[in-house]
T-cell receptor
């Protein structure tokens, strides 16, 4: 069974809008990572947030982590058509073995 | 570009055959993990190799096996292929000594079993 579950499954927005994706997980984690995947290609690492961190920023990306609720969110601000992709959260409970959810498919319309 | 390479890019096999997929790690990384990603789903952890030894395994049968070589490159072998083995196979390299366990993924091998 999957550890992480993303919500929503699909999201469609206009260019310039913000996109928010959520991830919930079930067990304790060392860190949580967000990845991006274009059209069934390899995964691109976006950001890693450790269990003792609450918020992290990278460019237009903002990730929050609430370990009490076992949830994380990824915010992409000022979205662009090139942000169209699938986004996955992955939890690491130890030794670098990541457990992925089924992802959120984001479509940004120009 | 992560520096992780995989070969081949695409592969077509028939049921019952055997397949070997290859992965070259990013320089300086001593750990390789393999994942299976079925269409429309997230990657599922198959197993991980650290310093040439298996270091954890997901819920996959023994016909999925692997190797890691002294240069930290790796192979995934699948015997007695089944239709459900059709998927994108991803390898990821990392350095357990690094502390943050950030994984760098290769572009994947698309396996189709007919």
């Amino acid at each position: 069974s999957q550890q992480g579950e993303e919500d929503p499954q699909a999201l469609s927005i206009q260019e310039g809008e913000n996109a928010t994706m959520n991830c919930s997980y079930k067990t304790s984690i060392n860190n949580l990572q967000w990845y991006r995947q274009n059209s069934g290609r390899g995964l691109v690492h976006l950001i890693l947030i450790r269990s003792n961190e609450r918020e992290k920023h990278s460019g237009r990306l903002r990730v929050t982590l609430d370990t009490s609720k076992k949830s994380s969110s990824l915010l992409i601000t000022a979205s662009r058509a090139a942000d169209t992709a699938s986004y996955f959260c992955a939890t690491d409970s130890g030794a670098g073995k990541s457990t992925f959810g089924d992802g959120t498919t984001l479509t940004v319309k120009p | 570009e992560t520096g992780v390479t995989q070969s081949p890019t695409h592969l077509i096999k028939t049921r019952g055959q055997q397949v070997t997929l290859r992965c070259s790690s990013q320089s300086g990384h001593n750990t390789v993990s393999w994942y299976q990603q079925a269409l429309g789903q997230g990657p599922q952890f198959i197993f991980q190799y650290y310093r040439e030894e298996e270091n954890g395994r997901g819920n996959f049968p023994p016909r999925f096996s692997g190797l890691q070589f002294p240069n930290y490159s790796s192979e995934l072998n699948v015997n007695a292929l089944e239709l459900d083995d059709s998927a994108l196979y991803l390898c990821a390299s990392s350095s357990l000594a690094g502390g943050n366990n950030e994984q760098f993924f290769g572009p994947g091998t698309r396996l189709t079993v007919l």
